[in-house]
């Protein structure tokens, strides 16, 4: 096998596509072709070229991976789906999420810890729960993270009274706020809770 030619790619300047005997191989970092010192009419073997670009995918994918969490945390799983996304091999998912852990740039018991006490003011325990179940996250970080939760009926009072504000009290919205407080994941007590807390009957 022959590398025969070796071009800037349009998009990415830092980075390089690879042609072996006249056919696309793979995209590089142009840091990585300089490094190994390839150049057109080198002889090589498909083993090695894709040794070299995994691991100039590493770095690749960390970099993409650290600016994906930037904005905002995220858990194990959504780092995962977003270089799967981006279609990197398991071997660099691997690589990267092992790095990221490390420095303690992932840690979904932490995540858990915030994201619920982020959203206890306007969600239930039963939604947070839900949907830091599809962020991946354990059930044993899910229940340490709801434990640490207070004030869960103050939270549905505080929302119910917002959604009632201008309506007429009557049973057939109060029925509707019930199911409404159920629907932003707080259980049935707490519901219950703050609707008796308005002095009215259920």
Known sequence: MEITA????????????IEVDGR????????????????????????????????????????????HISASMKTEREVRDFLKK?????????????KMKEHRFLDDRAYALSYAQSLSSRKGKRLIAAELRRKGVKEEDIEEALSAVEGEEESAKAILEKYLRGKELDQKTLHRAYAYL?????????????????????
């Open 6 to 17: 070796i071009t800037e790619q349009v998009k990415d300047k830092t980075r390089c596509n």
């Open 24 to 67: 696309f191989f793979c995209g590089m970092k142009l840091e990585t072709v300089m490094q190994n010192r390839l150049k057109v009419g080198m002889a090589v073997t498909a083993e090695a070229l894709s040794a070299m670009q995994t691991e100039s995918e590493k770095q690749t994918a960390l970099d993409k991976a650290l600016s």
């Open 86 to 98: 981006k279609g990197y091999l398991p071997e660099v998912t691997e690589y990267v999420i092992g």
């Open 182 to 202: 159920l629907g932003k994941g707080f259980d049935y007590d707490a519901a219950r809770s703050a609707l008796s807390a308005l002095g009215e009957d259920e």
